[in-house]
Every structure is written in C-alpha cells, then in structure tokens.
C-alpha cells in the first residue's frame, strides 16, 4: 500500500524578499537590454531607410537630368538648321540649353508665362531646355496645308493645337497643328516657311525648365513644360524626385574646340557657342529629422556648410556631355 509523504511546514515556504528583488532586478535589466537593442534596430531601419530613399532619388534625378541635357538642341539631323517660328509666342529655340542663376530669373518658356525667383528655393540654379521630342516620324512631302507622313495612325501625340517642329539637314519649322487625320497620315498647318521632302523628320517640341521648388518645409525637383488642354496650351509642373534642396549647375567651355581643355563656369559666364559639358551638383536632406546625433558637416558645391539640424544631408554630383554642339546656333 502507497504511503503519502507530507512536507513539513518549514519545507513549504516561498521566495524571499531578497530573491523577488533579485528577480525584479534580473528582470528589469534584461527588458532594459532588450528595448536597447529595439531602439537601437530601430533607428538603424530608419537611417538606412532615409539613405536609400536619398539615393535612389538622387540617382533618378541625374538620370533625367541627363536625358534631357544629352537631347538639348536636337533637330532630328543638324543642329545647325535655321529655325523658323510660325507660332509667334513660342520663345526662342535657340540657346536650346540655357542656365539662370536665381538672381538672373524671369526666364519666358511659353509666351508670357516666367519662372520667377518666388517659384523656386533661393540660391538655386535652373535650367531650360529646349529640343525635338522623340519619335520622330518621317514624311513623304509637304505643301502649304498639308503635310504627309510616312507613320499612319500617329495617335495622340499629333493633334489639333498641338506644337510640333518639322526639320531636315537645312531648316527647321516650329507650328501648331491646325487638324490632323491620323488614318490617312495627314497634318494640316497654317504655312511654313518651304516644302519638305522625304529627308524630313517631324516630331513634338519640347521645351522644359528644371528648378528646386519649396513650399511648405518640402524640397523638390520639378520639371515646367509645355501641355496642351483642350486646343490651348499651357505651362504645367510636375514633381521630379523629393528631398533635392538645392542645385548648382556649371558649364563646361571647351576652350580649344577639341576637348582638350575644359573650363567649368556658372550660368552668368557661359558662353552659350561653346558649352560641351554640364556638371550638376544635388545636395539631398532626409525626409525624417533626428537622424544624425548632432549637426553635421559636409561639402557641397566646393564649400564646406556645417548643418544647422539634425537631418541628414548627403551630395551627389554628375558631369554630361552634349551630343549636340552649337547650342546657341
């Protein structure tokens, strides 16, 4: 038969006092170590975070940039054609890259519409550029109403008041579209300055201006261009890549006409005639603040700028090379 054993009453007794501090203690250390280790993984996350937005918004901004600077001043053949405008309140094509200091604003894109110091963040560069959009679609001849294109069905890019630019290796006209036939690949305009032939290529015009934008605490790069609503067109904006606080951009003069010798300038002593490279310069502020301990210091633009915040500022820089030469032709 199973006897039961009872423990005695001193053997039944609970923790100490000493022991439930000891535990408290042990225990509170550890929730400690642990919500360190949380914080400090936290702040990590958001750190790297920031850093790779900054730089893949940096990245897709020089790339655009870029893209644009490498068409400036594209005709579809020589670059050197004479323009004719047959809309009176187009502004020029030519210089089709032209830079502005901030102190150096209004500049007209599109009749009487200027980008004013007040659009941008001071001390900003801008930059407009003017080109031949791509496609370009070839053609089978003209005459004084009609054009005659090689591409049927050419879609929505060629339609009524719409701004297009038709050139060869000798001339170039800038007109708006009075109608257009897309099935039967015709273009009706109100007259150009001669009749093209098959060595012709037509295309949208494309004029766009590129500037920092501050409004609200926000950094921005925009792009302004040239839209069509309705049969109007009008000047329109839209946002680049965020965090981008400032912009400088130099000129590169080839002085020898060989590449051999290249001097970098700004804006206000460029000549137009010589420009064979650009050089843009993009500081990038984090979107989250307390990111950095203490203010910082970093280098930008050939100076030295000590932070007056705790947000993180990182610079990037890239140097294009123009295709077109003869930019102010």
Not at 48 to 75: C, E, K, P, W
Not at 147 to 158: E, L, S
Request: charged share 20%; net charge neutral.
């Amino acid at each position: 038969m199973m006897s039961l054993h009872r423990a005695s009453p001193r053997q039944q007794r609970g923790l100490s006092l000493i022991e439930l501090m000891l535990a408290a203690s042990l225990g509170l250390v550890l929730m400690l170590g642990i919500g360190s280790l949380f914080s400090s993984g936290k702040q990590s996350f958001r750190l790297q975070d920031n850093l790779s937005r900054m730089q893949d918004n940096a990245r897709f901004a020089l790339d655009t940039l870029a893209h644009y600077i490498r068409q400036a001043g594209d005709l579809g053949c020589n670059h050197q054609a004479t323009i004719n405008r047959q809309v009176a309140s187009i502004g020029d094509f030519h210089p089709s890259l032209r830079g502005y200091e901030h102190s150096n604003l209004p500049t007209t894109i599109y009749g009487n519409n200027e980008l004013r110091p007040g659009d941008i963040a001071p001390q900003t560069d801008s930059l407009t550029i003017s080109r031949m959009n791509s496609p370009q679609l070839p053609i089978i001849d003209s005459d004084g109403q009609y054009i005659r294109t090689q591409a049927h069905g050419f879609g929505d890019d060629i339609r009524r008041g719409r701004l297009l630019m038709i050139s060869d290796c000798e001339q170039a006209d800038i007109f708006a579209v009075s109608d257009a036939d897309a099935a039967l690949g015709l273009i009706e305009h109100a007259g150009l300055s001669k009749a093209y032939n098959d060595q012709a290529r037509i295309a949208q015009l494309d004029y766009s201006t590129f500037y920092i934008r501050h409004t609200h605490g926000h950094y921005a790069l925009m792009r302004r261009y040239l839209s069509i609503h309705g049969n109007q067109w009008q000047v329109r904006s839209e946002t680049i890549a965020e965090g981008i606080q400032d912009m400088q951009i130099l000129y590169g003069e080839d002085l020898d006409g060989n590449g051999e010798r290249i001097r970098y300038v700004d804006a206000n002593q460029a000549n137009p005639a010589r420009i064979s490279a650009v050089r843009i310069h993009l500081l990038l502020r984090s979107s989250e603040a307390g990111l950095s301990a203490q203010p910082h210091s970093f280098w930008f633009n050939g100076e030295l700028h000590v932070a007056s915040d705790r947000y993180l500022y990182r610079t990037y820089s890239k140097t294009i090379h123009l295709r077109n030469r003869g930019l102010s032709s």
